[in-house]
């Protein structure tokens, strides 16, 4: 198997089909209501990794798929975090004024553009959803329970609840697996159903999605801590990050790697189960070894 | 065809069946995360009309099927109306302190919570709609055009655009074709797929849809009026709501009462090209009729 720049230009290639197909499923911005949809642009098509989408190529691919099969659901998938996104920023959420160096979307539309972009991008993800080509039904169940209240919205409820406390580390697993956890895992089994694999495999695909997303949000929280350590200048370790309920902060540094790497270990394990479970398997550790 | 108290007995018959299955539906109040349980079940659960789920198992019925098949996604319509509803409230919307008398989820469990309960509830009208036992992704499709950005969404981001704005009949008539009709529409015929209906009777479902849902918002506008009238003791008339957009400001009372009572006959003649229309003919004539 092939290392870092091959992966790389994987992800690149596939995160430019994904953009291709976001921009033909969005209205255009001068369909009516325009200030609606310049809204819901401007919140899916801003720059990102699009990991969502590319997992349900790589899951339908893992079975023996055809990745374009999966290309819909994955775009569902997308959309639902955009959705999350305009909503999470929201004043009386987190109250964020950027994101990635952007406006948010209520600082350049307004709250009420804002709320109303979330809602018609989470609708439209099931529209999306609703028109694939393998067992929409289905799909659409496996996406609304994954964002659902026992998913990402479960998660965003229990965040903003657990803000300012102190967390042991059942209760911060118990929170990614909700917030962000379900949604990935979601998206990679999507993915599968949509190359049609056996019960099987998408039960391997479900524990590569749930092992990797934890990994994925480990490494996340150590990156944040490398990030304030350079800011910074001196070292943040533990200490800077303490009374916030992170990896580093309850297991330090050194602890949260070592799980970090455990966990992409135990998901490669996982994606060694499938046809063609490679590109998962690399994409794992790619998770707890990139540094951005 | 018998009138009104038979009417009024079925549609309250239909209600409680409605509301049954809401309870089924929805998760229990003690299941975690518990407090975006109970402010979901404190929304969907309230006291209402359930109109667009009764309208899914009359559509049902009256292309010959059995209303219980359009109970699922009956049900899906009602959760995508409760949403509407407590996203509406929001300070940043329409900043409603009450609805029908009791405190709005925001008031009740806070701004966040509300954001997250809605989202939360849309999600799930999905989730109830992909489990449906006919046709499900296609009812998916049609909740999602009906609720989304050229539907439900994209009317109440004109109605904001339009607010404190003199309107014509035309664009009011846009306004409603939109945020209420859509909705409306989609029920009854998603009532008439989940009953088998050939694509003909859909059609007459749809025009029915359209034209029931606009007389029911005329006459809405009209029960508005009259209700100021017994306020403030003087005939409100056209006068009384000027500024505002509705169809008696625009038309006077008694055109208004004419536009009405023109789209329930027309509504009803739609009904009488369907097997068993005669409930639905009966409800456009009740619509324009009722007195709340």
């Known amino acids: 198997m092939k290392s870092g720049p091959d992966l790389k230009q994987y992800l690149e290639r596939q995160r430019a089909t994904v953009e291709k197909e976001l921009e033909r499923l969005l209205p255009a911005e001068d369909v009516p209501p325009a200030e609606l949809h310049k809204a819901m642009r401007y919140s899916a098509m801003s720059p990102g990794k699009r990991l969502r989408p590319i997992l349900a190529l790589m899951g339908c691919e893992a079975v023996g798929g055809k990745p374009e099969r999966a290309l819909r659901a994955g775009c569902a998938f997308e959309l639902v975090h955009a959705y999350s996104l305009v909503h999470d920023d929201l004043p009386a959420m987190d109250d964020a004024a950027l994101r990635r160096g952007r406006p948010t979307v209520h600082k350049a539309f307004g709250e009420a553009a804002a709320i109303l972009a979330g809602d018609a991008l989470l609708t439209l993800a099931f529209e999306v959803v609703a028109g694939a080509p393998v067992e929409p039904a289905r799909l659409a169940a496996e996406l609304a329970r994954a964002a659902g209240s026992q998913g990402m919205v479960g998660g965003q409820t229990v965040d903003l609840a657990m803000e300012g406390k102190p967390a042991t580390e059942k209760e911060l697993e118990a929170l990614h697996r909700w917030k962000t956890g379900a949604l990935i895992r979601g ?37 944040d801590v490398e990030k304030t350590a350079a800011e910074t200048g001196k070292d943040a370790g533990g200490d800077a990050v303490a009374g916030k309920a992170t990896y580093p902060a309850i297991l330090g540094v050194e602890g949260a790697r070592a799980k970090a790497r455990d966990l992409a270990r135990r998901a490669g394990e996982a994606a060694a189960a499938l046809p063609s479970g490679g590109r998962l398997r690399e994409l794992a550790a790619y998770f707890v070894e990139r540094n951005s």
Chains 1, 2 share one sequence.
Request: hydrophobic share 55%; proline share 0%; with cysteine.
């Open 187 to 223: 998206a990679v089994v999507c993915g599968g159903i949509c190359g049609r694999g056996a019960e099987a495999e998408l039960g391997a695909l479900s524990d590569w999605g749930w092992l990797a997303g934890l990994a994925f949000q480990v490494a996340d929280d150590l990156l």
